[in-house]
């Protein structure tokens, strides 16, 4: 891998590091309970894009399955508060 790709990735990690903090702050202020779980949803996304990147960097295959098995379990799991929050569970 080339340097300058190393400086994109490195680079690429830190914008999505500062994006899942923002996040993460919203996650803790969020006004109701629907806010909550979108930013917790936002939240699995943008670490399953960091996981991503750091599968890319280090050249390991593993962590890809790992996040894709980490994303449908983050579905579910959404789905399911969401419908826990409608009351139809």
């Known amino acids: 891998m080339s340097n300058l790709t190393q ?34 949803d936002v939240l699995t996304v943008g670490s399953l894009g960091l996981i991503a990147l750091i599968a890319v960097f280090e050249e390991r295959q593993m962590y890809l399955d790992v996040n894709i098995i980490y994303a ?16 139809n569970l």
């Not at 990735?9 to 999505?16: D, E, P, T």
């Not at 994006?19 to 779980?37: D, E, H, K, Q, S």
């Not at 449908?72 to 009351?87: G, Q, R």
């Open 72 to 87: 449908l379990l983050s579905f579910i799991a959404v789905v399911v508060v969401a419908k826990y929050i409608e009351k």
């Open 7 to 40: 400086l994109l990735l490195l680079i690429a990690g830190g914008i999505m590091l500062l994006a899942l903090a923002l996040v993460f702050i919203r996650f803790l202020i969020g006004p109701n309970t629907v806010n909550r779980v979108i930013a917790f």
